[in-house]
């Protein structure tokens, strides 16, 4: 199994920047891909980033692109999803999840973590 731990949601203005973090755990080894989606209460779960583990390959939604960036720590086993000039439709409840081989990034993912809340006020 994958244990995934998100943290660095909050309250931002919106212009403003945030950090999240998905610290990774267990059966790291089984790992294809990483990926940040997010949902909104009655809404679907939307792919916002994905980067494979191995080569560091990164992908993103049109809808993020050019102002969120995905990375890893390898050494920590963290990955980062840094959030630039956020806006109000930004706002959702951001999971980390994983996926296994082959590492396609629109998934399906298998381990998930509990989530964390970003708001981004107008």
């Known amino acids: 199994q994958v244990q995934l731990v998100e943290t660095g949601g909050g309250l931002v203005q919106a212009g403003g920047s945030l950090r999240l973090s998905c610290a990774v755990s267990g059966r790291t080894f089984d790992i294809g891909t990483v990926g940040w989606l997010r949902q909104n209460p009655g809404k679907e779960r939307e792919f916002v980033a994905a980067i494979t583990w191995s080569t560091g390959n990164t992908y993103y939604s049109d809808s993020v692109k050019g102002r969120f960036t995905i990375s890893r720590d390898d050494a920590k086993n963290t990955v980062y999803l840094q959030m630039n000039s956020l806006k109000p439709e930004d706002t959702a409840r951001y999971y980390c999840?994983?996926?296994?081989?082959?590492?396609?990034?629109?998934?399906?993912?298998?381990?998930w973590g509990q989530g964390t809340q970003v708001t981004v006020s107008s």
């Open positions: 999840a994983t996926r296994g081989l082959p590492p396609t990034p629109s998934g399906p993912y298998n381990y």
